[in-house]
């Protein structure tokens, strides 16, 4: 008898989610285990472990949400929930080793726990195997869902890169960090709605509409995350108040500060080009705030969410799955995870 990879432990959405996630979470975990099952053996005991950690599972809800408002079924879209959240993990695992993060969901990351070579080879076998399940059975949707899946995470690795690039410069536009958080954070949560779409049959425009959806939601969700980072409370969040900063992080608050110019945004470069002390934390968090880029990054994130809203309006779906896709896009936006 095999062991599943993906204990009846794992976590999943939290009580307050809505119920479209922990219906995704139990859709999906079956065919996540048949799925897991193929890497090496090798790489099971790691796997297992990483998976164990849970997770919300927005995007595979995403996935099976978007096929419903145009008609599909979850027959339809199961495996491409699986192939998002494959990518999301693999991201997940190599994101970990470049910011040197040793715990994640309070438990040891992979590459802390395993070594940097075995975390760096299960994220690329995670990847290869969501192009696997897809592929298995070409049909044109699956092949148009991989096609998707494919480009959002080339535009990942795009803004992983530019993520990394930040960290050796004093000073990051505006634009330039949106483009960056869009590759990031954007483009898996636009592709996760896209491939549903597609795999349950939708219009181009609907395929489309779902598509701009899941990019305004990946932005409103980055700039929401980057105000926590900086003000979020520490019970919530699971990081120390101000952990953006210590980390000398390029987010959207910074980079609409840094704008405003001025002699506040001179000292705030001077003090994110040095070690943070924690009096470095606090002084660079108050003159953010009195630049007035924590209210700015909330109206940002507050016009994308509209926006994602608009997507849905226009995209002429099924009225269910699309309420359930509009609670989604607010769980995920508000203001204390």
Not at 57 to 84: F, K
Not at 110 to 136: E, F, K, P, S, T
Request: with cysteine.
């Amino acid at each position: 008898m095999t062991t599943s990879l993906v204990p009846p432990s794992a976590g999943g959405p939290s009580a307050d989610a809505p119920p479209a996630l922990g219906r995704a979470s139990a859709l999906m975990a079956p065919a996540m285990d048949a799925a897991t099952e193929r890497l090496d053996p090798s790489l099971h005991d790691a796997v297992r472990h990483h998976l164990a950690g849970g997770g919300k599972h927005v995007r595979a809800g995403l996935v099976l949400l978007a096929s419903s408002a145009v008609g599909g079924t979850h027959e339809d879209s199961v495996l491409g929930a699986v192939a998002v959240e494959l990518v999301h993990n693999y991201s997940l695992l190599h994101d970990d080793i470049i910011d040197g993060d040793r715990e994640r969901r309070h438990r040891p990351t992979v590459w802390a726990r395993y070594g940097v070579g075995v975390a760096i080879v299960v994220g690329d076998a995670l990847a290869a195997l969501a192009m696997q399940l897809l592929l298995d059975d070409p049909t044109p949707r699956r092949v148009r869902a991989a096609q998707v899946l494919a480009d959002a995470n080339q535009n990942m690795i795009g803004g992983q890169s530019a993520d990394m690039a930040f960290e050796g410069r004093a000073a990051v536009g505006v634009e330039e960090c949106l483009a960056m958080e869009r590759g990031k954070t954007g483009a898996l949560l636009s592709a996760a709605c896209a491939m549903g779409g597609a795999l349950g049959g939708g219009t181009e425009q609907q395929v489309g509409l779902l598509a701009a959806y899941g990019d305004n939601l990946g932005i409103a969700f980055q700039a929401v995350d980057d105000l926590l980072g900086i003000w979020g409370e520490p019970a919530r969040t699971g990081k120390p108040v101000g952990a953006d900063l210590m980390a000398r992080k390029k987010t959207l608050p910074v980079s609409v500060a840094m704008a405003a110019g001025g002699e506040g945004a001179a000292e705030l470069e001077a003090i994110l080009g040095r070690e943070l002390s924690d009096a470095d934390v606090a002084r660079a968090t108050a003159l953010i705030e009195a630049s007035g880029a924590r209210d700015e990054v909330a109206a940002l994130a507050d016009d994308h969410l509209q926006a994602a809203l608009a997507a849905l309006d226009e995209a002429e779906l099924l009225a269910a799955p699309k309420e359930e896709l509009m609670a989604v896009a607010r769980y995920v936006t508000a203001r204390d995870r």
